[in-house]
């Protein structure tokens, strides 16, 4: 194991900014746009777009030396990140639909056989109720979210609810104030056949893919309400694998195995459920467009859109 060393980096002006990346043989062309970016987005932020460029040592490609490749510029980064920018926000456009028709699924789904449903330990399953070593079952998990976050709320149809009636929330107010975590969390915790019956409005038989595809989609929101880096992320939580006779565009995530661990694999989930939610929707052709339009750079190290894990003729399908 590796000793740590203590951070002794110093607190640099822009200016000191500025001259550290031209050491490193960066090329700025516009001293004063990458003034005003590194004031407005920051060093350490937009680092995570110029690490591409670096150098990696000659025997071990795993090492990244401190100097770029031959004429890698400031906007070669700044480019990338206003790209990887405007995915994520367009990402967040789908994510937020389908965050909200799948609450409406929940809440009409098990609403109507009980309106207090998603505090009903009868309507969970074996595995929600079975309590860990740590004392805690993930349905209590899951309820003391839901309490924290009712505890908090300060919506007015929560206060208008809290003001005129006694009890508990019925499902179909309480999924509006649930995050993407809960919503996640609740579908995997409760009964199959309720499960199934939603998961098949996105045609897919199999609940437990489904609840991968909601935990894999819950990943991809954090990243993108926090502003992380997208574009060339390896994904850590990867959505389960299905048949292809039920999403056939799944093949080429089967012939390219690779390719799973890259955020396209999500793109193309929140294209299917898009499309399964309003099929007249055009959002996957914008997101076409934004993807068509990756920046080109100077650097003799060129960046492609191959690095978010598209797959070979992915137009054909798309």
């Not at 079975?130 to 003391?144: A, H, N």
């Not at 508990?168 to 609740?186: K, M, N, Q």
């Not at 935990?215 to 048949?243: C, E, G, T």
Request: a positive charge.
């Amino acid at each position: 194991m590796n000793k740590k060393s203590f951070y002794d980096k110093p607190w640099l002006s822009i200016t000191d900014q500025i001259n550290l990346l031209e050491e490193k043989g960066m090329i700025i062309n516009d001293y004063d746009k990458a003034k005003s970016s590194l004031s407005i987005i920051g060093y350490y932020r937009l680092s995570a777009y110029w690490h591409v460029f670096r150098q990696t040592a000659p025997h071990n490609k795993q090492v990244l030396l401190d100097s770029f490749h031959a004429n890698t510029t400031f906007e070669d980064a700044l480019n990338l990140y206003l790209f990887d920018k405007k995915l994520r926000l367009h990402i967040l456009d789908a994510l937020e639909s389908i965050e909200v028709a799948i609450k409406v699924d929940i809440a009409h789904t098990l609403g109507e056989v009980d309106q207090f449903a998603h505090l009903r330990t009868g309507f969970l399953n074996k595995r929600a109720l079975s309590v860990s070593p740590t004392g805690q079952s993930k349905s209590s998990k899951w309820l003391s979210t839901f309490k924290r976050l009712e505890g908090r709320s300060k919506e007015d149809f929560v206060k208008h609810f809290q003001s005129n009636y006694s009890g508990e929330l019925p499902i179909w107010i309480a999924v509006e104030i649930w995050d993407f975590g809960s919503l996640s969390t609740f579908y995997s915790i409760i009964l199959r056949r309720f499960q199934t019956k939603i998961a098949a409005k996105y045609g897919l038989s199999d609940p437990e893919v489904f609840a991968s595809w909601l935990r894999s989609l819950n990943y991809l929101r954090n990243l993108v309400a926090h502003h992380s880096r997208l574009w060339n992320r390896n994904i850590v939580d990867q959505p389960k694998m299905i048949k292809s006779l039920q999403c056939g565009w799944w093949q080429a995530f089967n012939t390219e195995p690779h390719l799973r661990s890259k955020p396209f694999l999500l793109f193309a989930i929140l294209r299917h459920m898009t499309l399964q939610i309003s099929p007249q929707t055009e959002w996957h052709k914008s997101l076409e467009t934004i993807l068509l339009d990756f920046p080109l750079q100077d650097s003799d190290l060129k960046r492609t859109i191959n690095d978010i894990g598209i797959p070979r003729d992915w137009k054909a399908w798309w």
